[in-house]
């Protein structure tokens, strides 16, 4: 198994450009979410889903998107980047809530 | 809103020894608390999971304790080794909904 893949590992963006943070998992796990990480304030769940076709927003929503059609893949939309949006993306993975979470490598995102 | 503390100063210490960090949370009674492990560059790991109604929990050198009196969680690495360097992270759900959320996590040097 591979576990949580996150693509890319790297991305520079410049404000207001628009890119897709992949995120795929093969542990037919129905819990999936995205956090961020800042130096300092830890990780901060942005959106996250409990199946497929179902998604909720986390405690900083705002700038970002995401879909869920398939158990695997749960991707996360940036619409117009800002460098706010500076941090390193981590997906997540697990059965559900109340276990333990999988998480990715995570993606570096830079916006100047 | 929930606030989640853990000890933002660097824990230095010799290896053998008993490493004890702390986790204090406010404003909920979480049903569940996790620690996790994060290497640099790497998303985090997860080490172990308490319920409320365990006091203690171990695994292997990891000691986990929860007293939901005090609020608080205490996480123990005996027999420290250099390779228990890293950051810790203890999370917990501060409601019914799904969302996880993390302290920032205390970084653990081991010496030799």
């Known amino acids: 198994n591979a576990g949580v893949t996150q693509t890319p590992k790297f991305q520079v963006l410049k404000t207001g450009q628009s890119m897709t943070l992949q995120c795929a998992q093969d542990?037919?796990?129905?819990?999936m979410s995205w956090y961020r990480q800042d130096p300092g304030m830890g990780l901060r769940l942005i959106h996250y889903?409990?199946?497929?076709?179902?998604?909720d927003q986390g405690e900083v929503p705002n700038g970002y998107n995401v879909s869920r059609s398939t158990t695997e893949d749960f991707p996360l939309r940036l619409l117009s980047a800002a460098p706010s949006q500076t941090s390193v993306y981590f997906c997540?993975?697990?059965?559900?809530?109340?276990?333990?979470?999988?998480f990715g490598p995570g993606t570096r995102l830079t916006v100047l | 809103s929930q606030k989640i503390e853990q000890n933002s100063e660097a824990l230095n210490i010799q290896e053998g020894k008993t490493a004890t960090l702390t986790c204090n949370y406010t404003?909920?009674?979480?049903?569940?608390l996790q620690w996790y492990r994060q290497d640099p560059g790497r998303g985090p790991v997860f080490l172990l999971l308490?319920?409320?109604?365990?006091k203690e929990k171990r695994k292997e050198r990891l000691k986990v304790t929860f007293d939901t009196t005090l609020k608080q969680s205490l996480f123990h690495i005996t027999a420290s080794q250099p390779a228990d360097s890293a950051t810790y992270l203890c999370?917990?759900?501060?409601?019914?909904?799904?969302?996880?959320?993390f302290g920032a996590g205390t970084q653990v040097v081991v010496t030799p």
């Open positions: 997540a993975s697990s059965t559900d809530r109340n276990n333990e979470q999988f």
């Open positions: 542990m037919n796990h129905e819990y």
């Open positions: 889903s409990v199946g497929a076709g179902i998604t």
């Open positions: 404003n909920y009674s979480p049903a569940y």
């Open positions: 308490i319920r409320e109604n365990e």
């Open positions: 999370a917990l759900e501060p409601d019914s909904w799904g969302k996880l959320q």
